[in-house]
Structure formats: C-alpha cells, structure tokens
Nanobody, 125 residues
Framework: QVHLVESGGGLVQAGGSLRLSCAAS????????MAWFRRAPGKEREAVAA????????HYGDSVQGRFTISRDNAKNMMYLLMNSLKSEDTAVYYC??????????????????WGQGTQVTVSS
C-alpha cells in the first residue's frame, strides 16, 4: 500500500509559479498511474492532471491546459506539478493520488485508491 505526501504549496501572487511535489513510500511509484486533483473552497474536487506509469500519457483539465505540467521521476518515487501563470481561481487544496491501472491515466476521482493529505495553494490577485 503506497503512502503519498504532498509538499510545495504556499502563497504566490497571480502570474507567479509554484512546483508541487508528491513523495511516495511503502510502494514503488512505477506501479501506479498518478494524478493531481484540487478542491477549491465551496467546490467539488476536480481533476487537474494525470500521468501514466511510464509518463507516456498525460491528461490535463481544461482550466489548466497550457499552464500546468505534470511529471514524474520513478527512480526517486516522486511526482511533480509545475504551475505557471497562476490565477486566483487556482487557489485550492491540491492532492496527489495513485491508481494501479497498468495502462493510461484516468481523470476520474473514483478510479484512485490512494490519496495524500493535500497541500494548500493560495494565489493572491
């Protein structure tokens, strides 16, 4: 059973950048497709980006396409989310999640079995 811990959140001005990290332990990251989700105040959790085991496939939410980049380093058991051109509407708690599907990457929340505790990202306008 993999344990996930997010880091890298914080306060940033609109237009700025942040890089989130997700560290995996208790399992091998290469055995999982991974994703980032977020939950903004008063809203449901939504998919931000997903990446397949070998990073061949990536998916992005419409609102972050072209601004965010998901990546992973299986040798280090790490996943990342580089967020550029941040907007106030990106303010949310960001979660990383793992899914043991062998191929592809899902953006469906219920497909993910393991979740981190979340890291807060606040974008000031």
């Amino acid at each position: 059973q993999v344990h996930l811990v997010e880091s890298g959140g914080g306060l940033v001005q609109a237009g700025g950048s942040l890089r989130l990290s997700c560290a995996a332990s208790g399992g091998t990251l290469s055995a999982y497709a991974m994703a980032w989700f977020r939950r903004a105040p008063g809203k449901e959790r939504e998919a931000v980006a997903a990446i397949s085991r070998g990073a061949v496939t990536t998916h992005y939410g419409d609102s972050v396409q072209g601004r965010f980049t998901i990546s992973r380093d299986n040798a280090k058991n790490m996943m990342y989310l580089l967020m550029n051109s941040l907007k106030s509407e990106d303010t949310a708690v960001y979660y990383c999640a793992a899914d043991d599907r062998p191929f592809g990457a899902s953006i469906v929340e219920t497909d993910y079995d393991y979740w981190g505790q979340g890291t807060q990202v606040t974008v000031s306008s």
